[in-house]
């Protein structure tokens, strides 16, 4: 009776206003320090936000825009999520990313096939890559304890300079006949079909939707996702309910991977010039931790704030051409909103929101095993 | 090859490990006392770029009336002090807030890329900003007329001297001081630090800070000792690759310089895979005979450092260093046949030592036991 009690005021305090809020007023006042960084730049905050605003909403082709920025972010920001719930600080996704879309390039431009066996095919195989990228880190973490946030970093740079390498001057992977690092195209069979006639939007956007529906599905509706949380809240308690912590951690992993992969998959397949070159998607991996935390690590709350990170990278080349603002003042705000989502006491703080004490001190902890060991 | 070749090779690694090296000794004072940072490239990012526009903004201030040399110090003090200030940042949100430390990390990280980022669009390259110039080279009297050595070690400019320096300082100061005592403390069992009557908070808030500076010191020497203006980015990763080196240096700081030299190398050996001064294996085998040797230089360090609790036997280094340099003058000498190995794949190895390291597959790295979680009096 006590717990069914307790259980019903946990939801409701799941839902009061205050868990809205604090992201919301995060946001907002990661703005408002934004606009002091463009005052002193010597430009209107207003202007240069409005411009931000019309750039992101304004047209059908600036939706189309956001909504095609959003996609990575979304993709990659569930599978840093997915790591979080499982205990683990999936930091390398941006390699997993590169290697994703390595694969995927190389499946799309090396041969022709049907394109119902080609697309599905460079995808699948942007997300084996992703999967092994991440899965070799969680395999080091599971059985010899190495800490998964430098073991995946390493992987990032591993990853960087072999793909360098191999879209550099007289590597395997170079177009022929081209004087900047970059790979051929992938054939038309490949690519992504466009769902709005003369636009960009491209189908990866309905992959990723998707997706926010199948990890919310495997993380709270199925055994392995239930494994996968247990383990991150409690490795100890997972082993002894008999959990395979270790192949857990590789699993979360993998996934994880997968899913940065397949980003990487849908930017190549999706948009033109449908080919991998060097500063491909660089930064995002980072940024998506943001998006992550500010998405309260659910599939929901990241699908929100994946648009609207989607939103303000669209926005700020309009802001940047129309006000002079360098578009860099997004990168600014996106670090703020992640230090104000994270120390939220500094928010409730600011706006005297109180909190239930109950529920006040439910921090992500993932820095406990660092340097190795358990 | 030759050894004046060798001396060459030492001479431009030693260089190239400076910025490695200090962000290393930010990495250390800031996990020695419990707290993660992975913000050492966020954190010499802005040191490089304070560094210029310190430098270059007084220069423009007093109207050039001042040396070069003048404004270049303001600038390596400037980056210091922005070092500091963002890894206070750091420590806040991560001791007084309680955020989880990689989290703050990248806060931290995010924030430096697009402050750099914007002012390098807004300001420095919108009004084509150009630098002051370099340090100078100082040749350290009698020292440097050393055959061989002194060319080595003591024709360089000030920052590669102070990152020696500040290595030293800082491996007598965390074994051999009470400082050193309370750090290690700190980050190993804030409890029993506590009830002693240290400052955990406080420690940890003042080493998280050190650190910065320290950072900042390695990204000021890209700036003011190397390109001579700043440039987006251009840390390029390095202060990851610190990270790297800490923990492949085992939390120690002569470890973390071995390690750092060992990039350092790694990158020197690559500028001269480029040239065509060597060809693909010899490289590699002198970065294994190189890498081995320091392995052995840095067992020597500790031993004479910690006399009493080494217990390594003298025999076995002596071996390890033999070994190493046997490989080292084998890569000098002998012939190796023509192999194309992609520059790329040599510059792997570094990162593959160090999740190697970590893995535990190259002896056991152990972390201070209390990095990464926050103190709370009880």
């Known amino acids: 009776m006590n717990s069914l009690f307790e259980r019903a005021r946990n939801t409701w305090s799941r839902v009061n206003l205050g868990s809205l809020a604090v992201p919301l007023l995060a946001i907002i006042t990661a703005m408002l320090i934004s606009s002091l960084v463009i005052l002193i730049s010597g430009a209107d905050p207003v202007k240069a936000f409005s411009a931000l605003a019309e750039g992101a909403l304004g047209s059908q082709v600036a939706v189309v825009e956001t909504l095609i920025k959003a996609t990575p972010f979304l993709l990659v920001g ?94 395997p992977m170079r177009a022929p006949r081209t004087t900047v690092p970059e790979t051929s195209a992938v054939f038309e069979s490949a690519r992504l079909p466009i769902l709005l006639a003369d636009s960009r939007l491209h189908a990866g956007v309905l992959i990723a939707i998707a997706a926010v529906f199948l990890v919310y599905w495997l993380l709270w509706k199925t055994k392995i996702g239930f494994e996968i949380r247990t383990v991150g809240a409690n490795p100890h308690a997972a082993r002894y309910a008999g959990i395979n912590v270790p192949f857990n951690t590789v699993l979360t992993m993998a996934i994880s991977g997968a899913l940065a992969g397949l980003a990487g998959g849908i930017q190549v397949l999706g948009l033109a010039p449908y080919n991998f070159t060097t500063g491909f998607n660089v930064g995002l991996g980072f940024d998506s931790i943001a998006v992550a935390v500010l998405g309260a690590i659910h599939p929901f709350g990241i699908a929100l704030s994946s648009l609207l990170f989607g939103a303000m990278d669209a926005g700020s080349r309009l802001m940047q051409l129309r006000t002079k603002v360098p578009a860099d003042v997004i990168t600014i705000t996106q670090g703020l909103i992640l230090a104000f989502v994270a120390a939220d006491q500094i928010i409730r703080g600011l706006y005297r929101i109180r909190v239930k004490a109950d529920h006040a001190e439910k921090k992500i902890s993932l820095s406990e095993t660092w340097g190795g060991g358990d | 090859m030759d050894t004046l070749f060798f001396a060459g090779l030492i001479t431009l690694a030693l260089i190239k490990a400076t910025p490695i090296a200090f962000g290393a000794m930010a990495g250390l004072m800031s996990e020695r006392s419990g707290v993660i940072n992975i913000a050492i490239e966020g954190m010499m990012l802005i040191g490089a770029m304070m560094s210029f526009l310190g430098s270059v903004l007084f220069n423009q201030w007093t109207g050039g009336a001042l040396p070069k040399e003048v404004s270049l110090i303001v600038g390596l003090v400037v980056a210091m002090l922005s070092g500091a200030l963002i890894a206070l940042l750091h420590a806040w949100l991560s001791i007084r807030y309680k955020v989880d430390q990689i989290i703050s990390g990248t806060v931290i990280n995010l924030l430096a890329f697009g402050i750099t980022n914007f002012t390098a669009n807004a300001y420095i390259d919108a009004v084509r900003l150009s630098g002051v110039g370099i340090f100078p080279h100082i040749n350290i009297p009698l020292l440097s007329d050393i055959p061989i050595l002194g060319d080595i070690f003591f024709k360089h400019q000030p920052l590669v001297y102070l990152m020696l320096i500040t290595v030293g300082v800082l491996q007598y100061a965390l074994f051999r001081t009470r400082w050193g005592l309370r750090t290690r403390s700190v980050g190993e069992h804030p409890r029993a630090a506590d009830t002693v009557g240290i400052n955990v908070n406080r420690t940890r808030y003042i080493n998280v800070v050190i650190g910065g500076a320290l950072a900042g010191m390695g990204g000021a020497f890209l700036v003011l000792e190397s390109v001579g203006r700043f440039q987006k980015l251009m840390t390029t990763g390095r202060g990851f690759i610190a990270l ?79 070994a190493g340099l046997l490989f080292i003058v084998l890569a000098l000498t002998v012939d190796f046949p023509n192999i194309q190995i992609p520059i790329q794949f040599l510059g792997l190895l570094p990162y593959f030592a160090t999740v190697l390291v970590l893995a535990g597959f190259v002896g056991r790295a152990v972390a201070p036991a209390a990095v990464g979680k926050p103190y709370e009096r009880g």
């Open chain 2, 244 to 322: 790297a080196a800490l923990i492949f240096g085992k939390w120690t700081s002569v470890g973390a310089l071995g390690s750092a030299l060992l990039f350092g190398f790694a990158e020197a050996l690559g500028v001269r895979l480029q040239l065509g001064d060597i060809n693909e294996l010899e490289a590699l085998a002198l970065l294994i005979g190189i890498g081995i040797s320091l392995l052995a230089l840095v067992w020597v360090a500790i031993k004479l450092i910690k006399r009493s609790q080494d217990k390594r036997p003298a025999s076995l280094i002596a071996i390890v260093g033999g």
């Open chain 1, 78 to 171: 569930l599978g840093i999520a997915l790591a979080f719930r499982g205990g683990l600080f999936n930091i390398g996704v941006e390699g997993q990313l590169f290697v994703g879309s390595a694969v995927t390039v190389i499946i799309g431009y090396s041969f022709e096939l049907p394109f119902y066996l080609h697309l599905p095919l460079a995808l699948i195989g942007g997300m084996i890559g992703g999967a092994i990228w991440a899965g070799i880190p969680g395999w080091l973490k599971a059985r010899y304890g190495a800490h998964e946030v430098i073991t995946t970093i390493m992987f990032n740079y591993m990853a960087l300079r072999v793909i360098n390498w191999a879209i550099g001057t007289d590597g």
